[in-house]
């Protein structure tokens, strides 16, 4: 972190800074310059308040040279994360495919398309059980029984099971009973939700917000991480942009960029970022081709009837022809597939 002090500060001033300065445990380089004095400051300056130091009336400017994330950033953790959830396994080399229906709509309905993903290839169920929806008159989501079939849906198949954690109130049940808990991008920056996840043992798969950066999203992951939680997935699911085409656009970039920012795997909801079936073919050889440590599609038996998203679901024979692609392609890509 560098700190250009105003032109005209007494060497006092300079010097009481400095002092404060190195009381938060940081190390301060002094140079003089003609007619300016600039800070150089070495230690951990992730935790440091950068608006606390210009707020001070000596101050010009405070510029970071340094990510504001720690756990999360590659340089501290050159190594990709390979997160493990029973068989499945996502980074390091290792793809695993999350599929499912955007929203568990019944016993029947969850267990036919477990069975099916299951045999298609995929390592994970999806299934919302508690939905964020734009309008309140629309399906709100099973709640607690949609958990409950969903671990029926895990006992007829063996898959994990992955479900959206919507209040910092449902943790407890959440930790109990699912086995990936995933924050929706529409809480990508719920800062209790967050802190809460953070606390808990299982893995999180933490979505793309609508409109965030590539920086405040790891940010997002920077807060589960410093709770101690360090099982981050992290989801691109298509951002706002002026094109009103598809639902969202899928940012490909986000795949090579955030790698390279962090060690976390990065995966790809083809589905959310298209909002069109036939899309999420093409966009999930995308994502696979440029990095991705998997993808999580939705899967319906019954898509024109579904409770939600059925224009974006795949039925499970197009799921399964998408599957057949896809191993090919992730072997290509040097990856190991996981069933
Ligand atoms: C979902 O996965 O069903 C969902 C609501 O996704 P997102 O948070 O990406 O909109
Ligand atoms: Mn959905």
């Not at 300079?14 to 190390?27: A, H, N, P, T, Y």
């Not at 920056?189 to 809460?196: A, I, M, S, Y």
């Not at 992951?221 to 009103?244: D, H, K, P, Q, W």
Request: negative net charge; contains cysteine.
């Amino acid at each position: 972190m560098v700190v250009v002090m105003r032109p005209d500060t007494s060497q006092e001033d300079i010097q009481r800074l400095v002092e404060k300065l190195e009381k938060m445990d940081l190390e301060v380089g002094i140079t003089n310059g003609v007619g300016c004095t600039i800070l150089g400051l070495v230690g951990d300056t992730a935790c440091v308040d950068m608006d606390k130091i210009a707020m001070n009336s000596h101050v010009e400017r405070v510029m970071r040279v340094q990510e504001p994330y720690k756990k999360a950033n590659r340089k501290f953790h050159p190594e990709d994360t390979c997160v493990r959830v029973g068989n499945a396994a996502v980074g390091g080399g290792c793809f695993s495919v999350i599929a499912g229906p955007c929203s568990v709509e019944s016993e029947e309905q969850i267990i036919e398309v477990a069975r099916d993903v299951k045999d298609s290839g995929a390592a994970l169920l999806r299934g919302g059980a508690f939905k964020p929806r734009t309008s309140p008159y629309s399906f709100q989501g099973m709640g607690l029984e949609g958990l409950e079939l969903l671990l029926e849906a895990k006992a007829a198949t063996g898959l994990p099971i992955v479900s959206e954690i919507m209040s910092p109130r449902y943790v407890d049940v959440f930790e109990e009973k699912v086995d990936v808990v995933q924050v929706g991008a529409r809480n990508m920056q719920n800062f209790d939700l967050l802190k809460e996840v953070g606390r808990m043992s299982k893995p999180v798969l933490l979505k793309r917000g609508l409109s965030n950066s590539y920086e405040e999203w790891i940010m997002s992951a920077e807060y589960i991480m410093s709770g101690g939680n360090e099982n981050v997935i992290l989801c691109e699911r298509g951002i706002r942009t002026f094109e009103s085409y598809t639902r969202n656009t899928l940012d490909v970039s986000a795949i090579p960029a955030v790698k390279q920012m962090s060690h976390l795997p990065v995966i790809v909801d083809p589905s959310h970022a298209s909002g069109m079936y036939w899309m999420v073919e093409p966009l999930a050889m995308a994502a696979i081709a440029a990095g991705a440590d998997g993808l999580i599609i939705e899967v319906h038996n019954d898509p024109p009837h579904a409770k939600c998203d059925g224009q974006q679901s795949l039925t499970p024979e197009k799921f399964g022809r998408l599957m057949e692609k896809a191993g090919a392609l992730v072997a290509l890509a040097g990856k190991k597939l996981v069933k």
